[in-house]
C-alpha cells in the first residue's frame, strides 16, 4: 500500500494568524552555541551595527539542519531587501544555551530577537532580558501556553517588548499525519520525540494521540497501536537508535513517525529502517520536508510515505514584526498578545512534492519587491498574509 497517499492539501487551520525558525548569517555575524558558547561570544559581538543599520537577532535550533537552512535562506533574504543586519546563534535547544542566546543577542546591539524555543520556561528569562534592553521579542515554531504556563504567559502580555508568536496547529498536524498512515494499512506505530517538554513536540504527541484514539473509538474491529516515545535530540544517530529501539520491541511494526528536530532525526530513523532491510515493510511521515522528498515519494522501496511541512516562512513573519516594532509602525504590545497561526503544507506523492518544488525550493516564495511591501503592512494585513501562503498563492503571485 506504499505510495498511495492522499493527495496535497493545505492546513488551512488558521485560528486567528501565522508563524516560527533559525541560522547562521545574513548581513550580520554569525555564532553557534556550543557549550558556553553562546554566552562567550557576547564579547566579540558586543557593538552595535557600527554602520546605523537595524540589527535582528535570531536564536536557533540550528542555522544548518534541513529545516534550519531553509529559514536561513528566506531570512537572510528579507535582511537584504531590508537592508537589515542579521545574527544568528544556533543554540541546540539546550535550555541554558536558549536563554543565554538571548543575552547574547542583546548584549550584541540588536534591537529585535525572533526566538525559537524549547519550553515555556525559557521564555521567562527571555522575556526579562528584552524588557531590560529594551528590545523586541517574537517567537516562532512556538506560542507560550496559556494553559499549562499563565504566569509567563501574563508576562508576555504585560511586556512592552514582547510582541507575539507565530507558530502552527500541531494538534491538528499530529492527527492528520496519523490519518496518513492509517489510509495506507498502517496499524503499529512507533512514535519518536526530540526533547522531552518541547512545547511544539509535545502539541504533536497530542495529535497523534487524538489521530489514534477517534480511529480506535470509530473502529474497535481495526485498532491501531501507537508507541510510546523513544527520544531522539535533535541528531540524526538519536534518530537511528530511536528507531532501532523501536524495531527491536515490535516485530508487527508497520509505520514511524519521527515528529521532527529540524530534519536531522527523520534522517537517521530513515537510514535505520533501510539498513534493516525493512524500507518496503516500513512507512515513515514526519514534520520538515527533505531537499530528496520528491525522489523518495517516487521510489517504492523508500520508507519515506509523506510529509508535513513548506513552514519555513515562520520565521520570516516573526521577522517582519519585530522589524516592523523597531521602525516604530507597531506600537503599544503591552497588554496584547499577538497570535499568528500560521499552515502546514501536506505532500503525499511525488507530483505533490514537483509543484511544492517549483515555488518553494527552486525559488523563494517572496520576491524582494514583496519582501519589502511586507514590511509596510499592518499587524492584521500581515497576519492576513501569512494565512493565505499556499502552493496556490505562490503560483498564482509569480504568475502575476
Keep these: 500500500m506504499k505510495k498511495k497517499l492522499m493527495s496535497l492539501v493545505m492546513a488551512a487551520a488558521l485560528a486567528v494568524t501565522a508563524l516560527a525558525g533559525c541560522g547562521g548569517s ?46 536561513k535562506l528566506i531570512l537572510d533574504a528579507a535582511a537584504k531587501a531590508l537592508d537589515v543586519d542579521i545574527q544568528y546563534v544556533d543554540q541546540a535547544h539546550v535550555s541554558e544555551q536558549v536563554t543565554a542566546s538571548v543575552e547574547t543577542l542583546a548584549a550584541a546591539g540588536c534591537k529585535g530577537i525572533i526566538i525559537c524555543n524549547s519550553s515555556d520556561t525559557e521564555m521567562a528569562s527571555a522575556i526579562k532580558t528584552c524588557n531590560d534592553n529594551g528590545v523586541y521579542l517574537a517567537q516562532f515554531f512556538r506560542i507560550i501556553s496559556e494553559q499549562n504556563s499563565p504566569e509567563i504567559y501574563q508576562a508576555a502580555v504585560d511586556s ?104 536531522d532525526p527523520l534522517q537517521g530513523a530513515i537510514a535505520a529502517v533501510v539498513k534493516n532491510g525493512k524500507g518496503s515493510d516500513i512507512d515513515i511521515v514526519s514534520t520538515d520536508f527533505l531537499p530528496d522528498l520528491g525522489e523518495r515519494l517516487a521510489d517504492e522501496a523508500d520508507p519515506v510515505a509523506g510529509e508535513s511541512g513548506g513552514h519555513y516562512c515562520d520565521p520570516l513573519f516573526a521577522f517582519m514584526m519585530v522589524y516592523n516594532a523597531v521602525k516604530g509602525n507597531y506600537t503599544d504590545f503591552a497588554g496584547k498578545f499577538e497570535n499568528v497561526e500560521f499552515p502546514y503544507l501536506y505532500v503525499a506523492s511525488a507530483e505533490d512534492y514537483a509543484d511544492y518544488e517549483k515555488y518553494f525550493v527552486d525559488q523563494l516564495p517572496y520576491t524582494n519587491d514583496e519582501l519589502v511591501a511586507m514590511a509596510d503592512q499592518s499587524m492584521e494585513e500581515l497576519k492576513a498574509t501569512a494565512q493565505k501562503l499556499s502552493i496556490e498563492d505562490a503560483a498564482a503571485r509569480a504568475a502575476g
Excluded at 45 to 60: L, Q, R
Excluded at 229 to 248: I, R
Aim: hydrophobic share 40%; net charge negative.
Design 26 to 71: 545574513g548581513s550580520g555575524a554569525s555564532t553557534a552555541a556550543g557549550g558556553d558558547a553562546a554566552a562567550s561570544t557576547a564579547g566579540e559581538a558586543a557593538a552595535p551595527a557600527a554602520d546605523g543599520k537595524i540589527k535582528i537577532g535570531v536564536s536557533i535550533w540550528s542555522s544548518t539542519d534541513v529545516l534550519g537552512s531553509q529559514c
Design 160 to 263: 512592552q517588548y514582547y510582541i507575539g508568536a507565530v507558530h502552527e496547529n500541531e494538534p491538528e498536524n499530529g492527527k492528520k499525519l496519523v490519518q496518513m498512515l492509517i489510509d495506507k494499512g498502517d496499524r503499529n506505530i512507533g512514535l519518536i520525540g526530540w526533547e522531552q517538554g518541547d512545547a511544539t513536540w509535545l502539541g504533536r504527541w497530542e495529535g497523534y494521540k487524538a489521530g489514534v484514539e477517534e480511529w480506535n473509538k470509530a473502529n474497535p474491529n481495526d485498532l491501531v497501536t501507537l508507541s510510546e516515545p523513544q527520544y531522539a535530540g535533535t541528531s540524526s544517530e538519536g534518530g537511528a537508535k530511536a528507531a532501532d529501539a523501536l524495531m527491536a520491541a515490535d516485530a508487527n511494526l508497520d509505520a514511524i513517525i519521527p515528529a521532527g528536530g529540524g530534519g
